[in-house]
Nanobody, 120 residues
Framework: QVQLVESGGGLVHPGGSLRLSCSAS????????MDWYRQAPGKQRELVAT???????NYADSVKGRFTISRDNVKNTVYLQMNSLKPEDTAVYYC??????????????WGQGTQVTVSS
């Protein structure tokens, strides 16, 4: 059974930092792409950062220069280092991964989300 488990969310003051992690498990053969999305209440889910199998990274304009995505292929884990956090960064952050799974094939998977709250 494939699972994406996210952790690292919490409450921080403006200007603070958090490091999110997302670990994939369950007969995974390879990871094509791992991404971070976020969704605030009443708003659409948006792509925050992406890390491809070729090592390319992309960021939303709103987080460029503040967030950094990285990946550990051995641990099947993607990280999101978030610095200089702003109240507008408050949202539920979701991990999304395109995986090749033994006995199944390639598919798109989502984590359960982790809450990030930036408030004074």
């Amino acid at each position: 059974q494939v699972q994406l488990v996210e952790s690292g969310g919490g409450l921080v003051h403006p200007g603070g930092s958090l490091r999110l992690s997302c670990s994939a498990s369950g007969g995974i053969i390879s990871i094509t792409r791992m991404d971070w999305y976020r969704q605030a209440p009443g708003k659409q889910r948006e792509l925050v950062a992406t890390f491809t199998s070729t090592g390319n990274t992309n960021y939303a304009d709103s987080v460029k220069g503040r967030f950094t995505i990285s990946r550990d292929n051995v641990k099947n884990t993607v990280y999101l280092q978030m610095n200089s956090l702003k109240p507008e960064d408050t949202a539920v952050y979701y991990c999304n991964a395109h995986l090749a799974v033994a006995g199944w094939g390639t598919d798109d998977y989502w984590g359960q989300g982790t809450q990030v709250t930036v408030s004074s």
